[in-house]
Each structure stands twice: as structure tokens, then as C-alpha cells.
């Protein structure tokens, strides 16, 4: 699996965007974007993906860089409930049986 | 469609007891990840299986710890002999690695486990 590096922690006004970014460099060509978060002792909960093109759904946005080494999620209009750990994680196709394995995550706080 | 269901979600055993955590995946899903998270840390692999077969338990510590995923009936966590660092939230995921949609995981709320 490729390695992920997030800046541990970062904070962002309510209503206002908020840029969570993700590098990931060692990413292979059949490895897909993943994005989840975690709200304080919940399980955590699917996001968006992404391959190569940006997405967006009604949760976020997901800008994918051309070269595929880093992504940012975009939490358009953040609200004090976005408040979480976002963890950002490369997976491969439906043919590799693999283990999933989530990185440190950046922990977002969005003051009011 | 019922969502990954996990019980209990709370868990209180002492010293020397067993736990067996238990996770329903969602319908049609063939795939069960298991993950610890001890208080204020990320979420820590613990094994894969499919139906019938573990495929990768890499993440389970060698000893007291096993999982199982029968053919019928739901996935098990067992931790034998439990010991106070045993003390997380054990998170259950499935997922139905078909398609592009190939990494959503979908989580259960998790199963508190406290020994005394």
C-alpha cells in the first residue's frame, strides 16, 4: 500500500472552505483516492474517491493534482459538525486482496 | 439495507476473561476488515478475511487474539485471557471489493471493550 503523509492537525472558521491535503507520492497507476472521517468515537464514514479526475459529491469536493502524487479534499462550506480526523488512503483495484491500512489522519477543528 | 452492524457495542470483562466482539457485514458484502483504536489514536489493522478464509491477519497480535468469518452467521473477534491494554474500540468494516468502488469500507459503530 502507498504511504500517505498528512499534516497532523489544522483548524478553519465555520462556513468558511476548508483544504485538507494529502500526499501521496508512491501511489501506483491502479490505486484509487480514498478519502474517510472520523467524528469523535464513531465509526468512520466514507467521504469521496477519486482516480484521476476531480470529483465531487454532496459531502466534499476532491481535487486530484495531474500527476496523481497529492489530492486535497474540499469541505466547501465547513460546519462545526465537520469537526474530525480526515484520513486519506490509496487503494488498489478490485483484483488485489490486500489490507487496508489507515494512516494518522489530520485532525480538523472548525471554531465558530 | 442494513448497515455493518457491531454488538456489543460496550464490553466489560475483567482480567483473565474472554470477549467476543461480533460484526454483521452489510448485505452481499464478502469482505471484513477488523481495526483497534486504543483512546486518542488512529485506527490500527488488525485482519482481513473473506468468507471461510483469513487473508491477511498480519496486524493481530500472535497470541489470545482470533477472528473467524463462517460461511453463515457473522464475523468474530475472540480475545482470550483479556488483559487491560485490551481496552479499545474494536471497529468492523465490510466491504464488497467489486467494481471501482473497490475501497468503501463501511464501518459499524464499534464495540467498546473495557477490562477491569
Known amino acids: 500500500d502507498a504511504k500517505t503523509t498528512q499534516p497532523p492537525s489544522m483548524d478553519c472558521a465555520e462556513g468558511r472552505a476548508a483544504n485538507l491535503p494529502c500526499n501521496h507520492s508512491?501511489?501506483?497507476?491502479?490505486?484509487?483516492v480514498y478519502w474517510y472521517r472520523q467524528i469523535h468515537s464513531q465509526g468512520p464514514q466514507y467521504i469521496i474517491h477519486?482516480?484521476?479526475n476531480n470529483e465531487t459529491n454532496e459531502m466534499a469536493s476532491l481535487i486530484i493534482t495531474e500527476d496523481r502524487k497529492s489530492s486535497t479534499l474540499i469541505l466547501p462550506h465547513a460546519t462545526l459538525r465537520d469537526t474530525a480526523v480526515y484520513y486519506c488512503l490509496p487503494l488498489a483495484g478490485y483484483s488485489s486482496a490486500s489490507k487496508i491500512i489507515f494512516g494518522s489522519g489530520t485532525r480538523l477543528s472548525i471554531r465558530p | 439495507n442494513a448497515g455493518v452492524m457491531q454488538n456489543p457495542r460496550h464490553l466489560v470483562r475483567r482480567r483473565g476473561q474472554e470477549a467476543r466482539l461480533r460484526c454483521s457485514p452489510m448485505?452481499?458484502?464478502?469482505?471484513v476488515y477488523w481495526y483497534r483504536q486504543l483512546p486518542e489514536e488512529g485506527l490500527k489493522f488488525m485482519v482481513y478475511?473473506?468468507?471461510?478464509?483469513?487473508?491477511?491477519e498480519s496486524g493481530m497480535p500472535k497470541e489470545r487474539f482470533s477472528a473467524e468469518f463462517p460461511k453463515e452467521g457473522p464475523s468474530i473477534l475472540r480475545i482470550q485471557q483479556v488483559v487491560r491494554g485490551d481496552s479499545a474500540a474494536y471497529f468492523c468494516a465490510s466491504s464488497q471489493r467489486t467494481g471501482t468502488n473497490t475501497g468503501e469500507l463501511f464501518f459499524g459503530e464499534g464495540s467498546r471493550l473495557t477490562v477491569l
Open positions: 478475511l473473506q468468507k471461510e478464509n483469513i487473508i491477511d
Open positions: 477519486g482516480l484521476k
Open positions: 508512491t501511489i501506483s497507476g491502479n490505486e484509487y
Open positions: 448485505k452481499g458484502h464478502s469482505h
